[in-house]
C-alpha cells in the first residue's frame, strides 16, 4: 500500500459551478477559486461591513466550499459539478456580477495564505 499523507489542506484553483438546484437543467461554469469567494461574500453580504466581519464571513464560505469539494459532496452522487449557486443547498453565487475591491482583496489574502 502506497499511502501518502498530506500534511496541509490543497486549495484548488478553480471550482465547478452548477448555476441552480442540483436537480435542475442549468450549466456549469468553472471559475477561480478566489473569484468564487469574491462573488460569494459580495452576494452575502455587505462591502461596508467592518473588516474582521468581512474576512470570518470569508473563511466561512471557504470552509463550506472546501467541504463540498474535499467530500465530493455532489461528484459521488454522479454530478459532475462541486457546489450549486442555491442558497438552499448551497451559497448564493450571482454569474458576472461585480464584486467589491475591499472584498476581492480579502479573498486574495486568504487565498495567498
Not at 462573488?39 to 452575502?44: F, G, K, T, Y
Not at 461591513?49 to 471557504?62: F, G, K, R
Amino acid at each position: 500500500n502506497d499511502i501518502v499523507a498530506v500534511r496541509y489542506p490543497v486549495v484548488p484553483n478553480n471550482i465547478t459551478i452548477h448555476l441552480g438546484a442540483p436537480d435542475e437543467a442549468a450549466r456549469n461554469i468553472t471559475v477561480p477559486f478566489t473569484d468564487y469567494i469574491s462573488n460569494v461574500v459580495a452576494s452575502e453580504v455587505y462591502p461596508t461591513w467592518p473588516q474582521n466581519a468581512l474576512i470570518a464571513n470569508a473563511y466561512v464560505i471557504i470552509s463550506f466550499a472546501l467541504n463540498r469539494i474535499y467530500n465530493e459532496w455532489y461528484r459521488s452522487k454522479g454530478y459532475n459539478f462541486d457546489i450549486t449557486s442555491s442558497p438552499i443547498y448551497d451559497q448564493t453565487y450571482t454569474p458576472n456580477r461585480s464584486t467589491y475591491a475591499n472584498i476581492d482583496d480579502i479573498a486574495q489574502d486568504i487565498f495567498d495564505n
